[in-house]
């Protein structure tokens, strides 16, 4: 499998944690991109790799999860295809954070 260019160290509960949010984070913007912006930045075999990450971590530290920002909304988010479920409304933050890094990832798609 290919190596991930964001791999982290996990040295700690808190290298762990901040990767739980991390992913948590990422998933769900980058669900809102797709599933209400109807577009993306990322390719669906990284989107995997994340979930897949997010959901063994969650798994392996269910303790340590709990405690993690986000927990409510992915407290179920036990397969790839509940990234379709996850909370994505009413969240004008959210909404906010994918428009802005949906416009940064496409200028820079078109820089030579």
């Not at 260019?5 to 991390?22: G, M």
């Not at 409304?89 to 798609?109: M, T």
Request: hydrophobic share 35%; aromatic share 10%; proline share 3%.
């Amino acid at each position: 499998m290919e190596k991930s260019r964001d791999t982290v160290q996990l040295n700690s509960k808190e290298d762990i944690a901040n990767l739980i949010k991390r992913r948590r984070f990422q998933i769900l913007v980058h669900s809102y991109i797709y599933y209400r912006l109807n577009d993306n930045i990322i390719s669906n075999i990284v989107f995997d790799r994340w979930a897949e990450e997010l959901i063994e971590l969650q798994k392996k530290y269910p303790d340590l999860s709990k405690n993690i920002e986000l927990y409510d909304a992915f407290s179920d988010f036990t397969d790839i295809s509940d990234a379709a479920r996850l909370p994505l409304d009413n969240d004008p933050r959210l909404d906010s954070r994918a428009r802005q890094l949906l416009r940064d990832c496409k200028d820079k798609r078109y820089e030579v």
